[in-house]
């Protein structure tokens, strides 16, 4: 085993931002790269939703959700070269992406006490991740986890967030994936409680022109300077 004085300092990094600016695929490749664990936020909403949509309880009573955010178990697997997400011991990484799950999550994810337990799972995950860990999602940087060595806020415009959705979606409409995206991004930065918002010491990285790769190495670049800095 290695000595504690050789083994580099756990490292957090935020990403954060609305749908389809990176966050995924560069928050993957960092903490892959750079060997550290990975949470996607956005799984574990969509999973508590899938969970509400499949024993029926209704969306749009917001008491109805408060009083079942408790019940379903959630668990995280963090190897970014294997994500995994489970509720209850089933395997649900299918499922939450459904266009049903998709449509319902910003609604699900909207009230305190869903926020509230799946704040505090994140915050246990981050904790136990012994070299680090890169935690990507919509309030990451603002609430979860305010003291991360590096936060980071990806934009990129509704035009190319909408490309490149519709691309994953395999041909779906543009203007439609456009107009939910805005949909939901809407929705997620006008809620009361932990709203879709770039921290003040985030770093902003518009992604609209760059390449995948490019964004991969400027947050990789951003990592390491924080850890020479220490
Ligand atoms: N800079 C980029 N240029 C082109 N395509 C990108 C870029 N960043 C991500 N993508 C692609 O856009 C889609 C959405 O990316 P994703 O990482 O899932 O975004 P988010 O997690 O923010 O919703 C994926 O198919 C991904 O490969
Ligand atoms: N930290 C987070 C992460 C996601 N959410 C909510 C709001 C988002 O619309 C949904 C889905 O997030 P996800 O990252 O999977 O969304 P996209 O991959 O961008 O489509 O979850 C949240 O409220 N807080």
Redesign the pocket.
């Known amino acids: 085993m290695e000595s504690a004085a050789r083994t580099a300092p756990a490292v957090i990094v935020a990403i954060?931002g609305?749908?389809?600016?990176g966050?995924?695929s560069t928050s993957k490749a960092v903490a892959a790269q750079l060997g550290l664990s990975y949470l996607?936020?956005?799984?574990?909403?969509?999973a508590i939703?899938w969970w509400m949509v499949t024993n029926e309880i209704d969306v749009d009573d917001p008491a109805a959700i408060a009083a079942a955010a408790s019940k379903p178990e959630i668990v995280s697997g963090t190897d970014p070269l294997d994500p995994t997400i489970h509720v209850d011991g089933t395997d649900v990484a299918g499922p939450?992406?459904t266009q049903e799950v998709?449509s319902k999550?910003?609604a699900v994810?909207?009230v305190p006490e869903v926020?509230t337990r799946?704040t505090e799972l994140?915050r246990s995950i981050a904790a136990s991740a012994e070299r680090g860990i890169v935690v990507?999602?919509?309030?990451?940087g603002t609430t979860?986890l305010p003291d991360a060595d590096l936060k980071i806020f990806l934009t990129a415009s509704p035009e190319a967030r909408a490309a490149r959705?519709s691309g994953e979606l395999k041909g779906a409409d543009v203007n439609a994936t456009r107009e939910a995206?805005l949909k939901?991004?809407a929705?997620?930065s006008g809620?009361k409680t932990?709203p879709?918002a770039k921290a003040d010491d985030a770093v902003e990285v518009d992604t609209t022109e760059l390449t995948l790769t490019q964004v991969i190495e400027c947050v990789v670049t951003l990592v390491e300077e924080k850890r020479a800095a220490r």
């Open positions: 954060d609305p749908s389809g600016t966050k995924s996607d936020t956005g799984a574990q909403y969509r939703t939450i992406r998709t999550v910003s994810s909207a926020r799946i994140q990507e999602g919509r309030d990451i979860v959705r995206l939901r991004d929705a997620d809620r932990s879709l």
